[in-house]
């Protein structure tokens, strides 16, 4: 009896020590660990929101497609950089003439067909009279520009050849907040670079980078060098060009702007086919319907927008709009701000005939108007105002011609009596903080310039 109770005794030993030690752990783990008992919850899987095939591999399929554009031109201009040309005596004579020097920009472009179309943003290569295209592979070429459009920032380039790696167009309406994203650019000349963010807005308007604005706000970092990169989507689309960002130093801040693949697509087209861009026209000048307009107008409904001005003889004017008409449709679909109605117009080929509802003397009532064509803007009637603005006050973004003319309201960083403001993301690497990044970028605009008593500024469209 006493040799069965050893026995035992040693049996439940090793029983234990197999439980404990050995490949049991796992099984005992598996019945008696405590989150078995733990209430159930959602868990979201690890894969939500990334590709089948990984990030990696989104990353490596369109870098092939985003090239580095070095562009430079030669500027002339007057001298005077010695301290007495301050004196006000002195400034009674022309100063002396500087010799003619070379500017050079660095950005970002994206082949989109393989027989070498670029698209990059307008800044970047704005008066340059030679283009250098970087590939990924280190090949160069002389790019020749196609055309560029100021209005929405955005320039077309033709590499000579064919063959060359391209990045599919998605569709940027389907853009959605929260989705996650890759920006992908040659950062202060650094070729290849890929961060990654969310959709932290869409739709961004009246921020005073270009005239036609319909940005994707993303956090994806994005500093100077990245203008003109590819903003891609998960399923590896291109979705965006990246174009700007808000700082106060100079660099990324986590808000930056991007030009929806759509609106850039139409003005390739454009660009491409006709050499020019046809946009839609009505002629009238409007701006938002705010709270303080509604009550000093007496307004039945809120939202909309108001015409302020009505061109003699435009389109507008045939179809019997008048001063103070609130528009609150077109073509069925509702009208939020100036920045998407003039988008929506100009957006619509000249010609075609278009619905407004619209609210007058306080009764809803239809008007049909026939879009004209655009015509060729005259100088800017605000060009010679100061370019320095303080947060809520701007100049009157409207031109004689019809359209937004106030591209850049506000001074460079840390120089218009604010600490920053909307730069576009291009030039070249390493300046200072608070300085233009070599290359000629544009001045910085205000986040809220453009603003004015009563609502945004409005424009002509």
């Known amino acids: ?41 959602a868990i979201v899987p690890a894969n939500v929101g990334v590709p089948p095939s990984g990030w990696t591999a989104v990353a490596k399929a369109a870098m092939p497609a985003v090239v ?69 592979d280190r090949r160069e070429f002389k790019a020749k520009l196609v055309g560029a459009d100021p209005k929405s920032d955005v320039a077309v380039l033709k590499l000579p050849g064919a063959g060359f790696a391209t990045i599919a167009l998605g569709d940027s309406s389907k853009t959605q907040v929260a989705e996650v994203v890759l920006a992908i650019g040659n950062p202060f000349g650094l070729d290849g670079t890929v961060t990654m963010g969310i959709v932290s807005a869409v739709g961004r308007a009246n921020l005073g980078i270009a005239d036609y604005e319909d940005f994707i706000q993303t956090d994806a970092a994005i500093n100077p060098g990245n203008s003109g990169g590819a903003l891609v989507s998960a399923g590896g689309a ?40 046809n946009r839609g026209y009505l002629g009238v000048a409007v701006q938002d319907v705010t709270p303080a307009i509604v009550r000093g107008l007496g307004l039945s409904v809120e939202g909309g927008i108001l015409v302020s001005d009505v ?47 619209i609210l007058r003397n306080g009764r809803q009532q239809a008007a049909e108007v026939a879009i004209g064509d655009a015509p060729e803007p005259a100088r800017p009637v605000a060009a010679a105002a100061p370019a320095r603005s303080r947060a809520g006050r701007g100049r009157d973004r409207r031109d004689a011609g019809g359209g937004a003319a106030a591209r850049t309201a506000g001074g460079r960083p840390g120089r218009s009596g604010h600490p920053g403001g909307v730069r576009r993301a291009g030039g070249g690497g390493g300046a200072p903080p608070g300085r233009r990044h070599p290359g000629g970028e544009p001045p910085a605009g205000a986040l809220g310039a453009g603003l004015r008593a009563g609502g945004r500024a409005g424009g002509r469209s």
């Open 238 to 277: 291109l979705i965006g060009i990246n174009t700007a960002i808000f700082t106060q130093s100079g660099g990324y801040m986590g808000i930056g702007f991007a030009v929806p693949i759509n609106m850039a697509r139409q003005v390739m087209d454009q660009l491409v086919s006709r050499g020019r861009l």
């Open 68 to 136: 580095n554009i070095s562009s430079s031109k030669t500027v002339r201009g007057p001298g005077g950089s010695a301290p007495f040309f301050t004196d006000p005596f002195f400034r009674l004579f022309p100063p002396p003439e500087r010799a003619p020097r070379r500017e050079r920009s660095l950005g970002s472009g994206v082949i989109v067909t393989a027989d070498g179309y670029v698209l990059t943003n307008s800044h970047v290569v704005d008066g340059a009279d030679q283009i250098q295209v970087t590939l990924g």
């Open 1 to 41: 009896m006493r040799r069965g109770q050893i026995l035992f005794l040693w049996i439940a030993i090793l029983a234990a020590g197999f439980l404990v030690f050995g490949s049991g752990a796992e099984l005992a783990r598996g019945w008696w660990s405590p989150s078995r008992s733990a209430p159930a919850v």
């Open 311 to 357: 061109t003699p003889g435009g389109p507008a004017a045939q179809a019997g709009l008048q001063r103070g008409d609130v528009i609150t449709s077109i073509d069925g679909k509702p009208v939020t701000d100036v920045g998407h109605f003039r988008n929506l117009v100009a957006g619509t080929a000249p010609g075609t005939r278009v619905q407004l509802t």
